[in-house]
């Protein structure tokens, strides 16, 4: 996939921002993180700066630095794209956070089918720890020493979960934690982590840079900074782009060359449908949050395969452990096929709405949580088009 | 009298997400303020939700929640409203660090839960009526709660499953299975064995066995203490009331029973009595109205086993102290319990020579009764049927181990537990709670306080202590330990450790060892160490302190129970159970021993009348000699931990 706009993180200098991050202290540079605004990069939209301050007042022997690199979302890939540009970017901003929070080690988790870029990767860190960019003493700080390997994911979808990456990164079932406690003060081996997306990695070098006002400056009030979206469907130009957050739906269809989209489902299979009368509305973690993904839909698409394929998805990642997500995903899809071929009454599909609001409500974690969104706002839009064979089966 | 629980400590071994998370709580002493429902108060930090509820009456449902387990928080079914949250909590995950107002009912709480179980009863083929658990299910009472009287996301018509009957003991019913993971988290937590795991993701998650092997080849030790925490009728034991009725039915058949203490100090449960109503005397009766021909006392052989187990304790430590011979190692180990047996030939093999070639009380009964009993009765032992109660459900894998034929027959023919019981007790129309009273059969019945408390854990280790320290001293127990009671050695710890000095003055060696070594004077001034360990989690560490050269290596004696609590929460005792039930049947175990001391009766084991006859009369060359290895004496199998 290609870069489709013009990227900010081209002229952002490299270990420019390490270097001036060994000149501060650690609070220095949370307070700089926290005064951009970032939130997190990865669809949950929580304050980087915050997590970051937590993982630096919890109490521990080690603590560790996590970079989500699992990428697993259908419809997203610019952390691949980040990846095989600005390697050097992220394992800078991964630095920083172990700066920052006094961490001694980094883990890059990267996702099982990425297997390709391992390489490049690892030569990347090689490089950096040549450079005293990583290992004992980063950059003559005799403060501070850190590096960080890479752990290859096995392919499941839950394992982009932070807790169940920490579980996977232990060796054990790729299953989410209870949480509290969080992993800022109980994560890898019990010890302080925090696990941040690629992307906001590559921004904290960024901002170190270019200075948290200069963050502020872009976006809406309460989402700052540029962002980087994976844009796939029935668009002319698909690929990575970059637009500052608060960017409507209908300028992001401009840009990538869509005209007659029927609907527009943003974050991916967990994320929302939305119809064109929506289109006005701002991608931002104050109207609709995402972690990256846009995918366009032409006039020809039956919404029904749409919903189908997504909790097909679902239906095979979902890690088992509880009850809403193990069962409601298969219910919702055996739904779905029913509704397909006009055999499901409108009470079962309330009663299969119902159940959507119990998975979200109920679930363990953010998958079971998200994966009935796709299935509640297709059939909130597009009533008529599920509906209507709905009657024509029982008409017949 | 608080159970050990595993999770509790570093050595767990179920991943994170199935264990309660540390909580980093400010101070210990700190308290937080909790408002539930119409409640207000202050709580210590740190408490789950559920705690918090149970505390104040308030009822949550619960599923996946066992008061002996780690928490999972994978069911959801005791989901409540937390304010200020988006999504609903799992309360028995969540434990309170800060202020919050929890509602327990709401409407989206009602309907989330509803869900969960139509959710459930989707996957779960099983017909109540035609199930074991009914009227003891955690699934059932859930929907009844629940108002369940339709299948909103339908039923399963037909098995997905076969059912696995390999093992001799626990028989596996995936179709009934609601991925609680309760068995799970005892088999790797409680027990620190780990036979079972979840495999595969999604709707197609099953509790797996390595490589999806039968259980009958994996390394489970039979302790069945998964079924005793299963919610659901998936996990059973291998029920043989059917072969029991048929040889009661069959008039050419002399169907005796040895009933062991502790089922007796649990079946009340399965009568709707509280936990801890000794049911000894009553069960006497309705066990001879159910049909058995007689009704013996298991003690017998418990005593018995004291004086062949403490005898073979005596000649260890006389070889490995007075003649420099460690062939047959220090310290010595238990061997009544077949979980335990099992347990350490799959994982610690290479200590074999230390387990006590004894066989356990049961099976010294079987060797018995068709030996001396058939000859003393002139019946021919080929038509008596040989029945075991007994609350563990790895009784009925050892009476089918090739080495327990001894008496030229199967020993034991079968192997019923507690429920098993119960369950012919009821469908002979016998109401127990209300049988009159009764005794055992002679010539076993008699029996002694110490052949009771071998149902508890430590009762073994009390029993032979009363026992050797009588032998070696010449003196009474009771002058030692006020009545008799040797309290260093009770109780609930997971692993226990108690050192007993031995008097510089020491006594004749008693008659019946008299052959075996010449006097006590090389015991005179020496510290007895001895070592209890309950729960194979808690064997475990004992053993790795031994491989580590830590204090358990210098123990002489080390008593080893499978299951926690001891027999008393053995794998075939009435579900449910929890610390307080166990706590309360060892209760009524301690009170039985007591019993004989205030009746006048003989509270050692070597004041058995019956045990003196039977050396008198049978095993004419004593404690450990020829004729009792023969029968009472047996050896192990090398298992390993690797499975083919
Ligand atoms: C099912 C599931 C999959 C996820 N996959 C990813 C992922 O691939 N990459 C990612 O960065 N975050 C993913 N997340 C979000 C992470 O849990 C976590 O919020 C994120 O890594 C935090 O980083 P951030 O604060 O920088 O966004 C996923 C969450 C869920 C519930
Ligand atoms: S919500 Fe789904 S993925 Fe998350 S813990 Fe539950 S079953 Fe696993
Ligand atoms: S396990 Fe419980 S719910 Fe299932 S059939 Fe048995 S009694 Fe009924
Ligand atoms: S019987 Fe014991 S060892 Fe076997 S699976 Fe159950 S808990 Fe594990
Ligand atoms: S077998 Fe029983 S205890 Fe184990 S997961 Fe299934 S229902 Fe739960
Ligand atoms: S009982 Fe709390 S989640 Fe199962």
């Given at each position: 996939?290609?870069?489709?706009?013009?990227?900010t993180?081209?002229?952002?200098?490299?270990n420019?921002?390490l270097?001036?991050?060994?000149?501060?202290?650690?609070?220095?540079?949370?307070?700089?993180?926290?005064?951009s605004?970032?939130?997190?990069?990865g669809?949950?939209?929580?304050?980087?700066?915050a997590?970051?301050h937590?993982?630096?007042?919890?109490?521990?022997?080690?603590?560790?630095?996590?970079?989500?690199?699992d990428?697993?979302e259908?419809?997203?890939?610019?952390?691949?794209?980040?990846?095989?540009?600005?390697p050097?970017?992220?394992f800078?901003?991964m630095?920083i956070a172990?700066?920052?929070?006094?961490?001694q080690?980094?883990?890059?988790?990267?996702?099982?089918?990425?297997?390709?870029?391992?390489k490049?990767l690892?030569?990347?860190?090689?490089?950096?720890?040549e450079?005293?960019?990583?290992?004992?003493?980063?950059?003559?700080?005799?403060n501070?020493?850190?590096?960080i390997?890479?752990?290859?994911?096995?392919?499941?979808?839950?394992?982009?979960?932070?807790?169940?990456?920490?579980?996977?990164?232990?060796?054990?079932?790729?299953?989410?934690?209870?949480?509290p406690?969080?992993?800022?003060?109980?994560?890898?081996?019990?010890?302080p982590?925090?696990?941040?997306?690629?992307?906001?990695?590559?921004?904290?070098?960024?901002?170190l840079?270019?200075?948290?006002?200069?963050?502020?400056?872009?976006?809406?009030?309460?989402?700052?900074?540029?962002?980087?979206?994976?844009?796939?469907?029935?668009?002319?130009?698909?690929?990575?782009?970059?637009?500052p957050?608060?960017?409507?739906v209908?300028d992001?269809?401009?840009?990538?060359?869509?005209?007659c989209?029927?609907?527009?489902?943003?974050?991916g299979?967990?994320?929302?449908?939305?119809p064109?009368?929506?289109?006005?509305?701002?991608?931002?973690?104050?109207?609709i949050?995402?972690?990256?993904?846009?995918?366009?839909?032409?006039?020809?698409?039956?919404?029904?395969?749409?919903?189908?394929s997504?909790l097909?998805?679902?239906?095979?990642?979902?890690?088992?452990?509880?009850?809403?997500?193990?069962?409601?995903?298969?219910?919702?899809?055996?739904?779905?096929?029913?509704l397909k071929?006009?055999?499901?009454s409108?009470?079962?599909?309330?009663?299969?709405?119902?159940?959507?609001?119990?998975?979200?409500c109920a679930s363990?974690?953010?998958?079971?949580?998200?994966?009935?969104?796709?299935?509640?706002?297709?059939?909130?839009?597009f009533?008529?088009?599920?509906?209507?064979?709905?009657?024509?089966?029982?008409?017949? | 009298?608080k159970?050990?629980?595993?999770?509790?400590?570093?050595?767990?071994?179920?991943?994170?997400?199935?264990?309660?998370?540390?909580?980093?709580?400010?101070?210990?002493?700190?308290?937080?303020?909790?408002?539930?429902?119409?409640?207000?108060?202050?709580?210590?930090?740190?408490?789950?939700?559920?705690?918090?509820?149970?505390?104040?009456?308030?009822?949550?449902?619960?599923?996946?929640?066992?008061?002996?387990?780690?928490?999972?928080?994978?069911?959801?079914?005791?989901l409540?409203?937390v304010?200020?949250?988006?999504?609903?909590?799992?309360?028995?995950a969540?434990?309170?660090?800060q202020?919050?107002?929890?509602k327990?009912?709401t409407r989206?709480?009602?309907?989330?839960?509803?869900?969960?179980?139509?959710l459930?009863?989707?996957?779960?083929?099983?017909?109540?009526?035609?199930?074991?658990?009914?009227?003891?299910?955690?699934?059932?009472?859930?929907?009844?709660?629940?108002?369940?009287?339709?299948f909103r996301?339908?039923?399963?018509?037909?098995?997905?499953?076969?059912v696995?009957?390999?093992?001799?003991?626990v028989?596996?019913d995936?179709?009934?299975?609601?991925?609680?993971?309760?068995?799970?988290?005892?088999?790797?937590?409680?027990?620190?064995?780990?036979?079972?795991?979840?495999?595969g993701?999604s709707?197609?998650?099953?509790?797996?066995?390595?490589?999806?092997?039968?259980?009958?080849?994996?390394?489970?030790?039979?302790?069945?203490?998964?079924?005793?925490?299963?919610p659901?009728?998936?996990?059973?034991?291998?029920?043989?009331?059917?072969?029991?009725?048929?040889a009661?039915?069959?008039?050419?058949?002399?169907?005796?029973?040895?009933?062991?203490?502790?089922?007796?100090a649990?079946i009340?449960?399965?009568?709707?009595?509280?936990?801890?109503?000794?049911?000894?005397?009553?069960?006497?009766?309705?066990?001879?109205?159910?049909?058995?021909d007689?009704?013996?006392?298991?003690n017998?052989t418990?005593?018995?086993t004291?004086?062949e187990?403490?005898t073979?304790?005596?000649l260890?430590?006389?070889?490995?102290?007075?003649?420099?011979?460690?062939?047959?190692?220090?310290?010595q180990?238990?061997?009544?319990?077949p979980?335990?047996?099992?347990?350490?030939?799959?994982f610690y093999?290479?200590?074999?020579?230390?387990?006590?070639?004894?066989?356990?009380?049961?099976?010294?009964?079987?060797?018995?009764?068709?030996?001396w009993?058939?000859?003393?009765?002139?019946?021919?032992?080929?038509?008596?049927?040989?029945?075991?109660?007994?609350?563990?459900?790895?009784?009925?894998?050892?009476?089918?181990?090739?080495?327990?034929?001894?008496?030229?027959?199967?020993?034991?023919d079968?192997?019923?537990?507690?429920?098993?019981?119960?369950?012919?007790?009821?469908?002979?129309g016998?109401?127990?709670?209300?049988?009159?009273?009764?005794?055992?059969d002679?010539?076993?019945?008699?029996?002694?306080?110490?052949?009771?408390?071998?149902?508890?854990?430590?009762?073994?280790?009390?029993?032979?202590?009363?026992s050797?320290?009588?032998?070696?001293?010449?003196?009474?127990?009771?002058?030692?330990?006020?009545?008799?009671?040797i309290?260093?050695?009770?109780?609930?710890?997971?692993?226990?450790?108690?050192?007993?000095?031995?008097?510089?003055?020491v006594?004749?060696v008693?008659?019946?060892?008299?052959?075996?070594?010449?006097?006590?004077?090389?015991?005179?001034?020496?510290?007895l160490?001895?070592g209890?360990?309950?729960?194979?989690?808690?064997?475990?560490?004992?053993?790795?302190?031994?491989?580590?050269?830590?204090?358990?290596?210098?123990?002489?004696?080390?008593?080893?129970?499978?299951?926690?609590?001891?027999?008393?929460?053995?794998?075939?005792?009435?579900?449910?159970?929890?610390?307080?039930?166990?706590?309360?049947?060892?209760?009524?175990?301690?009170?039985?021993?007591?019993?004989?001391?205030?009746?006048?009766?003989?509270?050692?084991?070597?004041?058995?009348?019956?045990?003196?006859?039977?050396?008198?009369?049978?095993?004419?060359?004593?404690?450990?000699?020829?004729?009792?290895?023969?029968?009472?004496?047996?050896?192990?199998?090398?298992?390993?931990?690797?499975?083919?």
């Amino acid at each position: 996939m290609t870069i489709r706009n013009n990227m900010t993180l081209s002229s952002v200098e490299k270990n420019k921002g390490l270097a001036a991050a060994m000149k501060m202290e650690p609070a220095g540079v949370i307070g700089i993180i926290r005064g951009s605004g970032m939130k997190g990069r990865g669809g949950a939209g929580f304050p980087t700066g915050a997590k970051w301050h937590f993982a630096a007042s919890a109490k521990g022997e080690r603590k560790f630095v996590v970079c989500n690199a699992d990428e697993g979302e259908p419809g997203t890939f610019k952390d691949r794209v980040l990846m095989d540009e600005w390697p050097d970017l992220i394992f800078e901003g991964m630095t920083i956070a172990g700066y920052a929070i006094g961490a001694q080690e980094g883990i890059l988790y990267l996702r099982g089918e990425y297997t390709y870029i391992r390489k490049a990767l690892e030569e990347c860190l090689a490089k950096r720890r040549e450079e005293n960019l990583l290992g004992n003493h980063v950059l003559g700080n005799s403060n501070f020493s850190f590096d960080i390997h890479i752990h290859m994911g096995c392919g499941a979808y839950v394992c982009g979960e932070e807790t169940a990456l920490i579980e996977s990164l232990e060796g054990y079932r790729g299953e989410a934690r209870n949480r509290p406690p969080f992993p800022v003060n109980t994560g890898l081996n019990g010890m302080p982590t925090i696990v941040n997306n690629v992307e906001t990695f590559a921004w904290t070098s960024a901002i170190l840079v270019n200075g948290a006002d200069w963050f502020k400056a872009i976006g809406t009030s309460k989402s700052t900074g540029p962002k980087m979206l994976s844009i796939s469907g029935d668009v002319e130009c698909p690929g990575v782009y970059e637009f500052p957050m608060g960017t409507t739906v209908n300028d992001v269809l401009d840009a990538a060359g869509c005209d007659c989209a029927k609907a527009v489902i943003i974050g991916g299979a967990s994320g929302h449908c939305l119809p064109p009368a929506e289109f006005s509305r701002a991608i931002c973690y104050e109207d609709i949050s995402t972690g990256g993904a846009v995918i366009v839909f032409g006039p020809d698409r039956d919404m029904l395969d749409v919903a189908e394929s997504f909790l097909e998805f679902f239906a095979d990642e979902s890690c088992g452990q509880c009850t809403p997500c193990r069962i409601g995903n298969v219910k919702l899809l055996e739904g779905v096929r029913m509704l397909k071929c006009g055999k499901c009454s409108t009470n079962c599909l309330r009663d299969l709405c119902a159940l959507g609001e119990t998975m979200q409500c109920a679930s363990k974690c953010g998958l079971g949580q998200s994966s009935p969104n796709a299935f509640l706002s297709i059939v909130r839009h597009f009533k008529n088009e599920i509906l209507g064979r709905a009657c024509t089966a029982a008409e017949s | 009298m608080k159970d050990t629980n595993a999770c509790a400590d570093d050595t767990c071994r179920a991943p994170v997400s199935q264990r309660t998370q540390v909580v980093d709580a400010p101070g210990t002493s700190a308290t937080v303020k909790l408002k539930i429902d119409d409640h207000e108060l202050n709580i210590p930090m740190g408490t789950t939700i559920l705690e918090a509820a149970r505390e104040l009456g308030i009822h949550i449902p619960t599923l996946c929640h066992h008061d002996d387990l780690c928490v999972a928080g994978v069911c959801r079914v005791c989901l409540v409203e937390v304010e200020g949250q988006n999504t609903l909590q799992a309360s028995c995950a969540y434990p309170i660090t800060q202020p919050i107002t929890v509602k327990t009912h709401t409407r989206k709480v009602r309907q989330a839960r509803r869900h969960i179980i139509d959710l459930l009863l989707s996957k779960h083929y099983g017909e109540c009526y035609s199930c074991f658990r009914n009227n003891n299910c955690e699934l059932q009472s859930l929907a009844k709660e629940y108002g369940v009287d339709f299948f909103r996301f339908g039923h399963p018509e037909k098995p997905l499953y076969e059912v696995d009957r390999s093992s001799y003991s626990v028989v596996r019913d995936m179709n009934k299975c609601v991925l609680c993971r309760r068995c799970i988290r005892t088999c790797i937590d409680l027990q620190e064995v780990g036979v079972l795991e979840a495999a595969g993701r999604s709707d197609g998650t099953t509790i797996s066995t390595y490589l999806d092997k039968p259980l009958g080849e994996v390394v489970c030790i039979n302790c069945g203490q998964c079924i005793n925490r299963c919610p659901t009728g998936a996990l059973r034991a291998k029920d043989r009331t059917d072969d029991v009725w048929a040889a009661i039915d069959n008039p050419e058949k002399h169907v005796v029973i040895q009933t062991a203490p502790s089922p007796r100090a649990g079946i009340g449960e399965e009568f709707n009595q509280e936990p801890g109503t000794p049911m000894t005397w009553k069960m006497n009766t309705a066990l001879k109205r159910c049909g058995f021909d007689k009704v013996f006392d298991t003690n017998f052989t418990a005593d018995l086993t004291i004086i062949e187990e403490g005898t073979e304790l005596i000649l260890r430590l006389y070889k490995n102290l007075v003649q420099s011979d460690s062939s047959q190692p220090l310290p010595q180990f238990t061997s009544c319990s077949p979980g335990w047996v099992k347990y350490i030939e799959h994982f610690y093999p290479e200590y074999l020579p230390h387990v006590s070639t004894c066989k356990s009380p049961q099976q010294m009964f079987g060797a018995l009764i068709k030996t001396w009993y058939a000859r003393m009765n002139n019946i021919d032992p080929a038509n008596i049927v040989s029945v075991a109660l007994m609350p563990c459900s790895a009784k009925k894998f050892e009476c089918n181990r090739p080495e327990m034929r001894d008496s030229g027959y199967k020993d034991v023919d079968n192997g019923l537990t507690t429920r098993e019981l119960a369950q012919m007790i009821r469908e002979a129309g016998i109401d127990l709670p209300e049988m009159p009273k009764s005794d055992f059969d002679n010539p076993f019945g008699t029996a002694t306080g110490s052949g009771v408390i071998f149902g508890s854990t430590g009762g073994v280790m009390e029993a032979a202590l009363r026992s050797v320290i009588e032998f070696v001293t010449g003196k009474k127990v009771e002058n030692f330990y006020d009545h008799a009671n040797i309290i260093p050695v009770r109780g609930f710890e997971g692993c226990r450790y108690a050192e007993l000095q031995i008097p510089d003055e020491v006594g004749p060696v008693p008659e019946l060892i008299q052959h075996l070594v010449p006097n006590w004077d090389w015991l005179k001034g020496a510290t007895l160490k001895v070592g209890i360990a309950h729960g194979t989690a808690n064997a475990k560490k004992v053993m790795e302190n031994i491989k580590a050269g830590g204090k358990f290596s210098e123990c002489h004696f080390i008593e080893f129970m499978a299951c926690p609590g001891g027999c008393l929460g053995g794998g075939g005792q009435p579900i449910p159970t929890s610390p307080e039930i166990r706590a309360a049947r060892a209760r009524a175990i301690y009170a039985e021993d007591a019993a004989y001391g205030d009746a006048g009766k003989a509270r050692k084991s070597h004041e058995n009348p019956a045990v003196l006859r039977l050396y008198s009369e049978f095993l004419t060359n004593g404690p450990c000699g020829h004729k009792s290895h023969h029968l009472l004496h047996t050896h192990y199998t090398a298992r390993g931990k690797y499975i083919g």
